[in-house]
């Protein structure tokens, strides 16, 4: 009884270590805002990509920019495919408008006689949120936990979100309502932080396995590194949770819309990762680079959404009730990601286990690869 409870515990700790971290955030949201003013997230992440540099082999670089079919699908699904998919549904459904200074989704007035689900930020919200590129963070780290490739995941966030700084204001016009687009120059301000917080970790620490007494070092306790990932990956989300909940428009919110933005954040999501595994599996793609398809090309980066939603004019509403939307779909994506990834973690292809081949180093990370 208690193997079986310890091997659902390490198999399950992402999903586990969220749904925590979702409790203690909302619970005692304040806890979350003071670890925001010390840079908390920042320090977490930075420290996670470190580990994650340090877990980096050269092989696995190598098959990262020898995937050209994985890297070109990649780069079309995440700027062009989800984009469009997503916004066109949500123009689709019906919202409403706002009666007081579009503030309080309570008193919502329905046009027409269509029952609507929410005003109409959260349209535009979830139509910024399905537009942004890859996400900066959680993506990369997600595919390595889930057994992918990490180098290919960091390349295809380099590459999206470099290219999204300059066509994401000009998708949102072509896409959505907006009349104008968003300054290019606010937008590199997110390149840069994810250069210095995600990309130069992440070099740092594969710079350090170049020494081979470190390599050693890591590859000897590779799995309490792996689940140093995790940890600090859960840690970083619990500043998500009380940035939404520490918002005062978050009262405003009714429960059952609420609801209905995690169910639709949670039908779409699911949706893009089927459309994923079938395009991987048509491509011909292997299971540690189909991991990481499915996995960066279904998701999102807030902190993309958030930052555009900043810079905004006030007439497409309110800012902070379009920003608690895009952390609520996140947050659902985060944690549909996390049981996935938990479950994919156990599985391997069919050629590690010839011969009576295992993974020695337990559930989570990529596949063994040879040595440096």
């Known amino acids: 009884m208690l193997v079986k409870l310890w091997e659902f515990l390490t198999t399950y700790f992402l999903a586990l270590g969220v749904t925590l971290m979702l409790i203690i955030g909302s619970q005692w949201p304040t806890s979350g805002a003071f670890l925001i003013k010390i840079h908390f997230p920042y320090i977490c992440l930075a420290l996670c990509f470190l580990v994650c540099g340090l877990r980096t082999k050269t092989d696995e670089i190598t098959v990262a920019f020898k995937s050209y079919k994985a890297i070109v699908w990649g780069i079309l ?4 495919v989800v984009p469009i998919t997503g916004t066109q549904i949500t123009k689709t459904i019906q919202f409403a408008t706002m009666m007081t200074d579009n503030m309080t989704t309570s008193e919502s007035a329905v046009v027409g006689n269509v029952t609507a689900i929410g005003p109409t930020e959260f349209a535009f919200a979830l139509q910024v949120f399905f537009v942004v590129p890859a996400s900066m963070s959680a993506g990369a780290i997600l595919s390595l936990i889930a057994g992918g490739n990490f ?3 960091l390349l295809l966030m380099v590459v999206t ?10 998708m949102l016009v072509w896409l959505t ?5 968003v300054s290019l120059t606010r937008l590199g301000e997110i ?11 992440t070099v740092c620490g594969k710079l350090l ?4 007494v470190v390599a050693e070092k890591v590859d000897k306790h590779e799995n309490s590194f792996n689940f140093a990932i995790a940890f600090l990956y859960v840690l970083s989300t619990w500043c998500e949770v009380s940035r939404a909940r520490i918002e005062k428009e978050f009262y405003n919110i009714i429960s059952m819309n609420i609801f209905i933005i995690v169910g639709y954040s949670s039908i779409m999501h699911i949706m893009f990762l089927v459309l994923n595994w079938i395009a991987s599996g048509f491509l011909g793609l292997s ?5 990481t398809i499915v996995i960066v090309g279904s998701h999102k980066a807030v902190a993309f959404a958030l930052k555009i939603i900043e810079f905004l004019s006030n007439d497409v509403g309110s800012h902070r009730l379009m920003s608690i939307v895009c952390i609520i779909a996140y947050l659902t994506l985060l944690v549909l990601d996390s049981l996935i990834v938990c479950k994919w973690s156990t599985i391997r292809e069919e050629k590690e286990s010839e011969g009576g081949k295992t993974n020695p180093h337990g559930k989570y990370g990529t596949i063994p690869q040879e040595d440096d």
Do not use: E
């Not at 699904?77 to 062009?80: G, K, P, Q, Y």
């Not at 396995?209 to 081979?212: D, E, Q, Y």
């Open 77 to 80: 699904t995440i700027l062009l």
């Open 151 to 153: 180098s290919l995941a």
């Open 161 to 170: 979100n470099s290219v999204g700084v300059f066509i994401v204001s000009a």
């Open 177 to 181: 309502d907006l009349s104008s687009g």
């Open 191 to 201: 390149t840069l932080v994810f250069f210095l917080n995600c990309f130069l970790p």
């Open 209 to 212: 396995r170049l020494v081979r």
């Open 287 to 291: 299971l540690p680079v189909k991991k």
